[in-house]
C-alpha cells in the first residue's frame, strides 16, 4: 500500500459502491469490495454498469468478499450503504481499515458522521462524500447509470489536527477520484454542504414515495413544483438558522436543473418499493431536530416526515 496506489475498500456493492468501485478499478486501483445478498451473482459474472452518459462498462474480475475478516487493510473506504445500515458495519468498517485510514460516507442526510465518530479508532480520518448521481440497481451486481456521477468531500473528524493536515487528505481524494474520471471539489465546511443537498434530498426523496412519481411528473405538476418550492425554502431557511450560508438562489437553480435531467426516482423511492428500511433519521429527523434547536419551524418538512414515517410502520407491520 502507498499514497500513489492506495488499496480502496467498497463496503457495501449497490447503486453508489458498485458506480464508484468500478471507475476506481477500471482506472487500475486495488479494489475491494464488500457484499452481502450479491457475492454469488459478482463473483459469477462480475460488476457492470449500463451508463446513458459513456455506454456499457463491465468488470469481470472483481475482488470480492462475502465478510470482512477475509478483506485486507485498505487505506481508503468507502461506505456506500444506506446511513439505515452504518452501525451494523461498523465491526467490519474498523477491521478493514488500516492505520491512519480515510473512511468517507457517501450517504445522503444530516449528522451521520457524528453517529459512528465514537466507535471508529482514533486514528481513523473520518470524511463526508456528497455524491450527486443519478444511479439505481436494476440486477444483481448491475448498475443503470443515468446522469451525473461526482463525489464532493469534507473532513469531518480525524488525526488532522490543523487546517493544512485536513486539506492534504481531501485533496489526496480530489485527486484520486479526478484521476478515476469522477468529478470531485473539496468542500471547506461538511455539514454547510451536508445542508445543501438537503435542499434537494427533503422534498424529492419523500414526495417521491408518498406520490408514487419521478421528478420530472412532479415538477410537470403545477402543484408539486410548488409543493417542492416550499419545502426547498424550509430547508434553507432552517440552515440559515442553524449558521450556515447557502448559495443564493438555490432553490429555482436545484429545479431548473432537476428538469433538464432525465426522469429520477430517488433512492427512497426504491427503498419503500422494496420494503427496505427508509432513511428517515439522516433525511428527516436529524435536520428537523436541528431547526428546533434553532428555534426555526418546518411544517411542510415535519408532515412529510410523519407521513413517510405512517408508510414505513405500515410496511413494517406487513412484513
Known sequence: MSESRPRIAIIGTGAIGGYYGMQLALAGHDVHFLLRSEYEAVRERGLRVNSAVFGSQHLANVQAYRSADQMPACDWLFVATKSTATTALLPAIAQVAAPGAKVVLLQNGLAVEDEIRPLLPAGVHLLGGLCAI?????????????????????????????????????????????????????????????????????????????????????????????????IMDEVVAAAVACGFTLPSGLADKLIEGTAQLPDYLPSMYHDHAHRRPLELTALYAAPLAAAEQASCAMPRTQALYRALSFLARYATDRR
Request: net charge neutral; no cysteine.
Open 134 to 230: 443519478y444511479a439505481h440497481r436494476s440486477a444483481p451486481g448491475v448498475v443503470e447509470h443515468q446522469a451525473l456521477g461526482s463525489i464532493n468531500l469534507g473532513y469531518h473528524s480525524g488525526p488532522a489536527d490543523s487546517d493544512e493536515a485536513r486539506q492534504a487528505v481531501l485533496a489526496a481524494g480530489v485527486a484520486m477520484l479526478k484521476a478515476a474520471g469522477v468529478g470531485s471539489v473539496a468542500m471547506s465546511s461538511l455539514e454547510q454542504a451536508r445542508w445543501i443537498k438537503l435542499v434537494w434530498n427533503v422534498p424529492f426523496n419523500g414526495l417521491s414515495v408518498l406520490l408514487n412519481a419521478g421528478t420530472a411528473a412532479l415538477l410537470a405538476d403545477v402543484d408539486s413544483r410548488a409543493l417542492i418550492r416550499s
